[in-house]
């Protein structure tokens, strides 16, 4: 969601804090600041919309300094004005923040009780305000934060800069991830290695409840306790923090372009050439009675495709939750059940948090994350990436088939162990997922169709998708796509839920796309198809060859796709589903990579 970055240089920061904010814009913001201490005088700047509005404004009004911090705000307490960006300022502190103080009601009446108003609508500027508070009181920036941090309640993460302290900076995180980035003499602070990945390579992150003493010799961390703790120094790959284009005219092109790619060294990552499995040995499924799995947003449709195969492959029960409401349901959990948590970020708040909860009651946790350094992936007994590579539209694409790869190779798995599959079948269903590949890449090949089709669907107010069986959570992940991007109202149903109420909303104005593989349960879909064609619906059909032959008489449209094996469909007809939301929003001119008011990591409930 919202960014931080901090840096003890040897050079003018300000420079370096816009770049690295640069680097975390796919996480979604609507205002940006920066500030610096210089000649021991801490000053900042701040500006509402996209980054650029911050540049232009740094270069008439510069802000020098070797030490400072930034971030790009996603409102949520107080709308998107410049009394409400980051950093807040009380005196002689600066503090950037994720998350949310969930007690700041109690906290600024309490300050404002003893003379210490807020200017802003901000939770933030309530621990600004403590900090200045206890420094007024005599205390160190040292001390003020520690008792500041313990006054805090929510999730946060935060990074404190002080007035004539130009080797400080104070770190500190529960809820919300934090990093701290180690250079020659320098020293770095970000909530994503991606936005020091230029600077450093050497990452320390900080755990539940740390804090941390930051100068240019080195970072002094505390656990929640308040005990020195040690934490592992580990490298990051620059190769896996790129972030470029690479020819593009948005990320989202790039990201659905390189689906078959990063499918295959999924697979290949995660299968042998003698068509078996090679998952780690702790993924096992032996004495497992039901999978729980819980996610949000595209992964949690991921999840929803996955139990149909948990269930038919495996012949294993399973259960989707959605991670923002698994806790307040008091869900009654089997301590012979996996619980399964899947998150691109692996940072995800509500996502995390039911991982919290489950933590002592299944007999194992295991994340499927695209991050293997993140939160998620760490308190997880077993995490298993999905090697999408980073994704930075905020539209998930190709985290979304890997998610699907993975979970899929998961549910061969389970069906290995609980014996309901036999080799040659397991190499069959191996050698059919490998195909999907080459597979994509024709589907690839529809873009300029879709992109016709789409200055259609530009026009509607109102779209539905329509699905059986695991193309009917590929429906509901189709209809998401498109309201992200485009903002046209799209809603997925199951095909033979449409005469139970959504028929209501069929005519002429109202297209309808049906996701359709020449499947056992085709002739199902193509009589509710018929349905819609009858109370005059615009449908686009979306089918193989011989499904398009068969049921194309009357439709509006048709796509057709190659041929794939039905169990593994969903993975191949995301492509076209991603494209016609990409290509609709095009032609809406919307903002493809940053729509409006989504963020690409979410950490706060």
């Not at 520690?146 to 809820?175: M, N, P, Q, V, Y």
């Not at 309808?512 to 009858?534: G, R, Y």
């Amino acid at each position: 969601m919202c960014g931080i970055v901090g840096v003890l240089g040897h050079h003018e920061v300000a420079p370096l804090l816009v770049e690295a904010l640069k680097r975390l814009e796919y996480r979604g913001y609507d205002s940006a600041g920066i500030a610096t201490v210089n000649g021991g005088k801490l000053d900042r700047r701040r500006a509402v919309g996209k980054l650029v509005n911050l540049s232009d404004l740094l270069v008439h009004d510069p802000l020098p300094g070797k030490a400072g911090i930034g971030h790009t705000r996603w409102a949520t307490h107080g709308g998107p004005v410049i009394k409400n960006a980051h950093p807040h300022r009380a005196g002689p502190v600066a503090v950037v923040h994720n998350g949310i103080i969930e007690n700041f009601r109690e906290l600024r009446e309490e300050l404002a009780a003893s003379g210490y108003v807020q200017e802003s609508d901000t939770d933030t500027e309530a621990v600004a305000l403590l900090v200045r508070r206890a420094m007024d009181a005599g205390a160190t920036p040292v001390e003020a934060a520690r008792e500041t941090l313990s006054r805090l309640h929510g999730a946060f993460a935060l990074c404190f800069l002080f007035d004539g302290e130009e080797d400080l900076l104070i770190a500190a995180r529960k809820g919300s991830p934090l990093a701290i980035g180690h250079g020659e003499g320098e020293m770095f602070v970000g909530s994503d290695a991606i936005a020091l990945a230029p600077m450093t390579d050497r990452i320390t992150y900080l755990e539940e409840g740390d804090w941390a003493v930051v100068t240019r010799k080195g970072a002094e961390i505390f656990d929640a306790a308040g005990r020195r703790a040690n934490r592992p120094e580990t490298r990051i790959h620059l190769d896996a923090t790129r972030i470029e284009k690479a020819g593009y005219k948005h990320f989202m092109a790039k990201e659905i372009a390189e689906q078959p790619v990063v499918l295959a060294d999924a697979l290949k990552h995660y299968t042998s050439a003698r068509g078996t499995l090679e998952l780690p040995e702790a993924l096992s499924f032996k004495g497992i009675d039901r999978v729980t799995l819980v996610a949000c947003g595209t992964a949690s449709y991921a999840c929803h495709v996955a139990k149909y195969w948990f269930e038919q492959i495996a012949g294993l029960p399973a259960e989707v939750d959605v991670a923002s409401e698994f806790r307040y349901r008091d869900p009654v959990l089997s301590p012979a059940s996996m619980a399964v948590f899947v998150s691109q970020s692996g940072e995800t708040a509500d996502t995390l948090a039911a991982l919290r909860h489950v933590k002592e009651k299944v007999a194992r946790v295991v994340s499927v994350v695209n991050v293997p350094t993140s939160s998620i992936a760490r308190e997880s007994d077993l995490a298993l990436p999905i090697l999408a590579g980073v994704e930075v539209g905020v539209a998930s694409t190709k985290a979304f088939t890997c998610q699907l790869t993975v979970l899929a190779l998961m549910a061969l798995k389970a069906a290995q162990d609980r014996g309901t599959i036999d080799a040659a079948t397991l190499a069959r269903r191996l050698e059919d997922l490998r195909a999907l590949p080459g597979l994509m890449n024709a589907a690839l090949g529809l873009s300029d169709p879709i992109a016709r089709i789409a200055k259609d669907l530009a026009k509607a107010q109102d779209i539905l998708f329509l699905g059986r069986g695991p193309m009917f959570p590929l429906a509901l992940e189709g209809a998401l796509k498109l309201k992200e991007i485009s903002y046209i109202h799209a809603e997925g149903y199951a095909s033979g839920e449409l005469k139970h109420g959504p028929i209501a909303l069929i005519d002429a104005a109202v297209p309808v796309i049906v996701l359709a593989p020449k499947d056992a349960l085709f002739d199902k879909t193509v009589s509710n198809m018929q349905e819609v064609m009858a109370r005059n619906g615009k449908v686009l059909l979306l089918s193989d060859a011989e499904g398009v032959e068969t049921a194309a008489q009357g439709t509006w449209k048709t796509l057709t796709l190659p041929p794939v094996a039905p169990l593994w469909a969903p993975i191949l007809y995301a492509i076209p589903a991603q494209l016609l939301a990409y290509h609709t929003a095009i032609a809406k001119g919307t903002d493809v990579d940053q729509p409006r008011n989504l963020a690409k990591s979410v950490t706060v409930e």
